[in-house]
């Protein structure tokens, strides 16, 4: 089982703002993440945490200077706008077609876009320069089997925190594998009927695609796109075919001018815009493939200087921010102190455009959401838009993992912070809820939520003033928070015993940890 190893700093303060660019007004607490579990950063997240490399912090939202609220977007029922709409039909026809925009066209319709876009899920932050100290593999070897049974005996007497079925529990379809063996639950006498008209269908020779059709319900037929829909309208191959061949022998003299005849003739497109480089583009390749890769597995490192070359160009394009040597990048988006099983943990999902990468999505996978932790993309590609159709990708993937683990449900922003306009784009991704800091509860950003940020730039969103946080944590809890000292873990009241001193941040720690990662996570003391 997993287990998470902390070393808390308290207060980092009197730092420079990365969003008004004040000096010393930005203030948070922070930890050092040595090793962290899926499920306690999960809870960490909904308390108002979020991670930079290995780095937890956690903004002072009544002294720092741009509040910065929890946000997120829920991704099952999402709803695109107009503009959303307009950037993937733009992304579909560069696709097809393998042209740009004219350069003022271009800079008209997208100058909001990109103002909008810059911003990923990873907020600026001034890591503090104090180092970690170290653990060394073999403590961590002695603790993974210690740890299992302390929290074991903690499940059967109910004293240990937030329990999320596995991946095991919910399905035994793989998370990021889309050939995996089907649930074997048992299934309704509605679903059976659904197989066996199916099956009638695939008898009777129908394509794939007419199949689909006709079992679709009827009363779907008439409504509005969804997110797949127009995501699946991206040139694929084979479209057009119900022979399935190889993409690479489509493109032959015979389909190309029944394609040239079809396009003239249903589509009115004129002769001269028919050439054989479109109908391979269009029809036979596919363009634009979308590869996710666990950050620690080895198929990453094959493409680790390629995406950290792209880094460098889009630090140095956009934010004017040129970064050191690839050291700054891997402690950055690449190390994680979520160690990945099950299908979570950290993800780099990289978009290759014919052989070529134009931008990487950095994700955590986590046991209710898909957390957003940065975006990056080749700056010659600005005009399409990016930024915000990476955020509808990963809305997307969101939807997917859901039909697999059905807990995951949720896509999470990073912060929003209501005086920065470059953060709008995540207000557009409704329906979003902010985090109340106060009571840790969720809240719609409406027009109501938006009217008290107006009002206050910090502000308790929950109206009861009654309601309180519900993993708040008492005295009494305090003597379970779990401690590693030396080779050693042990519970705060063991410690006391032990060394007859209190700690003087404990307090402070396990209310911002709340009750429940307190009584799980390792805090580490030498």
Not at 314 to 331: M, R
Not at 333 to 348: A, C, R
Not at 382 to 397: D, H, I, K, Q
Request: charged share 25%; hydrophobic share 30%.
């Amino acid at each position: 089982m997993a287990f998470s190893i902390v070393e808390y700093y308290g207060e980092n303060s009197q730092y420079q703002c990365g969003y008004c660019k004040q000096s010393n007004s930005c203030s948070s607490y922070g930890m050092w993440a040595h090793k962290l579990s899926c499920q306690d950063y999960q809870e960490l997240i909904d308390r108002g945490w979020r991670r930079s490399g290995c780095y937890c912090y956690k903004p002072m939202m009544d002294i720092t200077c741009c509040p910065s609220y929890t946000i997120k977007c829920d991704a099952l029922n999402f709803r695109l706008n107009k503009s959303h709409k307009k950037i993937m039909k733009r992304m579909h026809k560069f696709l097809r077609d393998g042209k740009r925009e004219p350069a003022e066209k271009a800079a008209v319709s997208n100058s909001d876009e990109t103002k909008t876009q810059d911003i990923s899920g990873l907020e600026h932050m001034e890591v503090p320069s104090v180092q970690p100290k170290p653990l060394d593999s073999s403590l961590m070897n002695l603790l993974t089997n210690a740890h299992d049974e302390h929290r074991s005996a903690a499940d059967e007497g109910g004293s240990s925190g937030l329990h999320t079925p596995t991946l095991a529990e919910t399905s035994n379809v793989s998370v990021h594998s889309s050939d995996s063996n089907v649930s074997n639950q048992p299934k309704k006498a509605k679903l059976l009927r659904i197989e066996r008209k199916r099956e009638k269908l695939q008898k009777k020779g129908l394509a794939k695609e007419e199949i689909e059709r006709m079992m679709r319900p009827s009363s779907d037929k008439n409504q509005e796109k969804t997110l797949e829909d127009f995501l699946s309208e991206c040139p694929q191959e084979n479209e057009t075919s119900v022979k399935c061949v190889p993409a690479s022998e489509g493109a032959t003299a015979t389909t190309f001018k029944l394609y040239s005849l079809y396009q003239q003739s249903i589509h009115k497109d004129l002769p001269s815009k028919l050439n054989m480089d479109r109908f391979k583009r269009f029809l036979v390749k596919s363009p634009l493939k979308i590869v996710t890769l666990l950050t620690s597995g080895a198929k990453f490192q094959e493409s680790l200087h390629v995406s950290y070359n792209l880094y460098k160009k889009y630090q140095t394009a956009i934010h004017n921010d040129p970064p050191g040597a690839i050291e700054d990048y891997l402690d950055f988006l690449v190390k994680s102190p979520l160690k990945g099983s099950e299908g979570y943990g950290t993800f780099h999902q990289q978009y290759w455009l014919d052989d070529r990468l134009i931008a990487v999505g950095v994700i955590d996978v986590l046991p209710h959401c898909v957390s957003s932790v940065y975006f990056f993309y080749d700056p010659e590609f600005n005009f399409l838009s990016l930024g915000t159709y990476g955020s509808l990708r990963e809305l997307a993937y969101t939807r997917s993992l859901n039909s697999k683990i059905p807990s995951i449900r949720c896509y999470y922003m990073g912060f929003y912070i209501h005086s920065c306009p470059k953060m709008r784009y995540k207000s557009n991704l409704q329906p979003s809820y902010l985090l109340c800091p106060e009571a840790y509860t969720w809240h719609v950003l409406d027009k109501t939520v938006l009217m008290k940020l107006d009002a206050n730039k910090y502000s308790r969103l929950n109206g009861d003033v009654e309601a309180q946080d519900a993993n708040n944590t008492t005295e009494q809890d305090l003597k379970d928070v779990l401690l590693l000292v030396g080779r050693c873990y042990t519970t705060y009241a063991a410690y006391l015993e032990m060394v007859g001193k209190g700690i003087p941040f404990l307090s402070e720690y396990a209310r911002l940890v709340g009750k429940s990662c307190a009584k799980k996570m390792m805090l580490y003391r030498v």
